[in-house]
Each structure stands twice: as C-alpha cells, then as structure tokens.
C-alpha cells in the first residue's frame, strides 16, 4: 500500500464526514428558529466548507486551493461581524423564545423562557 | 519516511472531520443561539483546522506550508472575536439565554429580557 492511497481513503472519509456535517447545518438553517442561530450555522457552514476546501486541495495536489480557503474565511469572519451588527441594531424583531429544537408543547423548554 | 508523513496526514484528516460532526451535532441539539455558539466557534474552528494542518504536513514544499499554517492562525484569531460580538449582539437585541432567572445568570445586567424589545434603536449601548 503506497503513502498516495492512504491519503486518498482518508480523504474520501473525511469528505462524507464532512458532507454529514453541511447537512446537519443545513437543517438548523432552515429551522432557525431565530436569527442569531441561523448568522452561527452559517458561521459553521463556512468552517466547514473550508476543510472540505483543503481536504479536496490535498486529494487532487491542487494546492492553490488553499488561498480561496484563506480568502473564504475572511470574507466569513467578516460576514459574521456585519451580521452582529445588523443583530444589534435590529432587536429582536419579534422572533420566536427559545426552545429546544426537538421540544414539543408538553416538553420543559417550549414556550416562554423562565425569568 | 513519506509512510509516516501519510499516516499523520490521514489521521489529522480524521480528526477534522470528527471534529466537524461534532461542531454540527451540537449546532443541531444545544438549546438556544449561546450554547450554540461555543460548539461553532470551538469545534468547527479545529475542525477546518485539522483539515488545514493536514495540508501543511503533506505539502510538497515550504511556501504551502507556511500557508497553511498561517489559515490555521488566521481561523484560530477570528473565530473567538466573531463569537464574542454575536453573542454580545444577541444578548443585547434582547435574546434571553435558557438559564435566565436561574442561580448565577448575569444576563439581565447587560439587558432585562422583559423590556428587551422596547429598546429603540441606539440605546442599545446605554443599557450596557
């Protein structure tokens, strides 16, 4: 077994670990249920896009991808910082309490937060 | 020799994909947008981390590696300063955490959840 094959097992491994790991984000983006949550799994999505950018760089030898993952962190470092901003001007907006994402109407967490 | 570099190699990519499903799984089962936060910022930060280490052991020569090493940094430096001004931006726009009210919750000095939403815009950094 040559050092190239186990690279390559490893690095498809790592690429459906990582494709889990998009998917799960993607559903807390979508089910939010504020907006706060959704600005933190996209921080996360991006994160996670950028291994996935150096996992692909390292399978093919590209390893110019490495400064589009550089670059992508910056513009999501700075995506993140715009979106705290919006956050802070913006107020709550009416947007739902908190609630565990799985709780229904019986469960401990829905409804109100306690004070 | 280049074994031993591929199996360090594998391994680092292992673990950064570990550490992403982990970062994901708790994006996906915390409680509210705090507790999220600590598992993007930590996880997900060692997970493209990982992935980037193992770049920098693999790389053919220096100037990648160096490279790599300085996206490790650069994410390492950033992740923290944007968690923290989510999380100051959210508590005060009015987002209570679960543990408001409860033993050792210092949320409400930074802003009382029950006026949360009557704060008109701009006097958000008085109440601090």
Not at chain 1, 19 to 45: E, K, N, Y
Request: overall charge neutral.
């Amino acid at each position: 077994m040559n050092p190239k094959d186990i690279i390559d097992i490893a690095a498809d491994v790592t690429m459906m670990m990582l494709s889990f790991a998009l998917l799960l984000v993607v559903v807390r983006i979508v089910r939010g249920p504020t907006l706060p949550d959704r600005i933190v799994a996209l921080d996360l999505l991006v994160g996670v896009v950028i291994g996935f950018i150096a996992t692909i760089g390292l399978k093919a030898e590209i390893f110019q991808y490495l400064d589009i993952a550089i670059a992508l962190g910056l513009v999501g470092f700075l995506a993140t910082v715009a979106f705290a901003r919006f956050v802070m001007t913006r107020g709550r907006a009416g947007d739902a309490a908190t609630t565990l994402p799985d709780s229904g109407p019986d469960s401990a967490y829905s409804g109100e937060v306690r004070r | 020799m280049t074994m031993l570099f591929a199996l360090v190699t594998a391994v680092c990519l292992l673990i950064g994909g570990a550490f992403a499903i982990v970062g994901a799984l708790g994006i996906l089962r915390f409680p509210d947008v705090y507790t999220r936060m600590h598992s993007a910022s930590k996880a997900g930060t060692l997970g493209s981390g990982f992935c980037l280490l193992a770049v920098a052991i693999w790389a053919p020569d220096f100037s990648v590696t160096t490279r790599a090493l300085a996206g490790v940094l650069f994410f390492l430096l950033t992740a923290p300063i944007s968690a923290h001004l989510l999380a100051r931006a959210a508590l005060i726009a009015g987002y209570a955490p679960v543990s408001a009210g409860r033993p050792g919750d210092v949320s409400s000095t930074l802003c009382p959840p029950d006026r949360a939403n009557e704060l008109p815009v701009g006097e958000e950094h008085r109440s601090v």
